[in-house]
């Protein structure tokens, strides 16, 4: 799994506290909200090229990471 922790970012001030990608305004659930409606990650870097193919990535691990939790905190 890829270390998200070097680019997924949270700050209280931006985008209240959601967690982001590198600092910017975009936030894990835009880019998890983008693939979950059928864009390729090809189509998302077209549509935002100031991201990259590991932020997409990055995203996937976050998500992947927190499901994992929330299964440890059930169990």
């Given at each position: 799994?890829?270390?998200?922790?070097?680019?997924?970012?949270?700050?209280?001030?931006?985008?209240?506290?959601?967690?982001?990608?590198?600092?910017?305004?975009?936030?894990?659930?835009?880019?998890?909200?983008?693939?979950?409606?059928?864009?390729t990650p090809q189509?998302?870097?077209?549509?935002?090229?100031?991201?990259?193919?590991?932020?997409?990535?990055?995203?996937?691990?976050?998500?992947?990471?927190?499901?994992?939790?929330?299964?440890?905190i059930q169990a």
């Amino acid at each position: 799994m890829m270390n998200y922790q070097e680019r997924i970012t949270i700050e209280s001030g931006k985008r209240g506290g959601k967690p982001c990608i590198r600092g910017m305004r975009i936030t894990v659930y835009d880019v998890l909200g983008y693939l979950a409606s059928g864009m390729t990650p090809q189509e998302i870097l077209a549509d935002f090229p100031y991201l990259t193919q590991e932020d997409i990535l990055a995203c996937l691990s976050f998500a992947a990471a927190r499901e994992q939790h929330a299964l440890a905190i059930q169990a």
